[in-house]
C-alpha cells in the first residue's frame, strides 16, 4: 500500500497540529499502521499506533497524541496536542504487512513508508 503524509507544520510551543496519512487507491484493511518520527543527527523512533481498536504510544508523547483511523479506513491521523519543542522531526507514517495485526514498536517491522511530513515546534 502506497501512504501519502500530510500537515505538518511551524506551531509555538503548546499548539497542536493534525497529521494525516492517506493510503493510496485502497483501504488499510487490517493493517498495523504507526507514526515515526526522526529528529536531526537522531535515529527513527517510534510515536504512535493503531491496529483495530488498540493503540499504543510512545512514554514521551502519551497523553499529547492520539492516533485515529477514519471510518472510511483510508486515513490515519496523528492529533498533536500541547507539543513541545522537542516534538521538532519529521513525521513518518508507515504500515505493517496485509494481515498482520501486532503492533510492532521497531521501524524494521513496518513494509510501507510515507514521504514523511516536518514538524517545527518553536518555544
Known amino acids: 500500500v502506497q501512504l501519502q503524509a500530510s500537515g505538518g507544520g511551524l506551531v509555538q510551543a503548546g499548539g497542536s497540529l493534525r497529521l494525516s496519512c492517506a493510503a493510496s487507491g485502497r483501504s488499510f484493511g487490517s493493517r498495523v499502521v504507526a507514526w515515526f518520527r526522526q529528529a536531526p543527527e537522531k535515529e527513527r523512533e517510534f510515536v504512535a499506533a493503531?491496529?483495530?481498536?488498540?493503540?499504543a504510544y510512545a512514554p514521551s508523547v502519551e497523553g499529547r497524541l492520539t492516533i485515529s483511523r477514519d471510518n472510511s479506513d483510508t486515513t490515519v491521523n496523528l492529533q498533536m496536542n500541547n507539543l513541545k519543542p522537542e516534538d521538532t522531526a519529521i513525521y513518518y507514517c508507515a504500515a505493517r504487512g496485509a494481515g498482520i495485526t501486532v503492533i510492532h514498536r521497531t521501524s524494521r517491522s513496518y513494509v510501507s513508508w510515507g514521504q514523511g511530513t516536518q514538524v517545527t515546534v518553536s518555544s
Open positions: 493503531i491496529s483495530g481498536g488498540a493503540t
